[in-house]
Nanobody, 123 residues
Framework: VQLQAFGGGLVQAGGSLRLSCAPSGRRFSRNTVGWFRQAPGKGQEFVAS????????YYTDSVKGRFAISGDNAKNTVYLQMNSLKPEDTAVYYCAAAPKVALTTESSDYDVWGQGTQVTVSS
């Protein structure tokens, strides 16, 4: 199963974007979904995760109060609503899915990944 992430783009600081992620051709078969990002010259960073059926969420401190992860079972899609964007949010954003039910921040726990979508926030 592959994931497809889209919705990135160029936005001014203070603006909003909504990223979407869906499996290609199949329903989500994992219990936890997450978003990670990688800025130029930096390592991969956990952003947010959600248990698909329970709806529990967890965020890294730098995005708390600004980003929201959610899922639509009918549309088989996971979203990352990003508000009050800052230049430091500029990165390639990846969605991922993990088999276990846990709000894990470890990329190694996720076994299915999307291709990434670029988010650029201008100052």
């Amino acid at each position: 199963v592959q994931l497809q992430a889209f919705g990135g783009g160029l936005v001014q600081a203070g603006g909003s974007l909504r990223l979407s992620c869906a499996p290609s051709g199949r329903r989500f078969s994992r219990n936890t979904v997450g978003w990670f990002r990688q800025a130029p010259g930096k390592g991969q960073e956990f952003v947010a995760s959600m248990t698909w059926f329970g709806g529990s969420t967890y965020y890294t401190d730098s995005v708390k109060g600004r980003f929201a992860i959610s899922g639509d079972n009918a549309k088989n899609t996971v979203y990352l609503q990003m508000n009050s964007l800052k230049p430091e949010d500029t990165a390639v954003y990846y969605c991922a899915a993990a088999p276990k039910v846990a709000l894990t921040t470890e990329s190694s726990d996720y076994d299915v990944w999307g291709q990434g979508t670029q988010v650029t926030v201008s100052s």
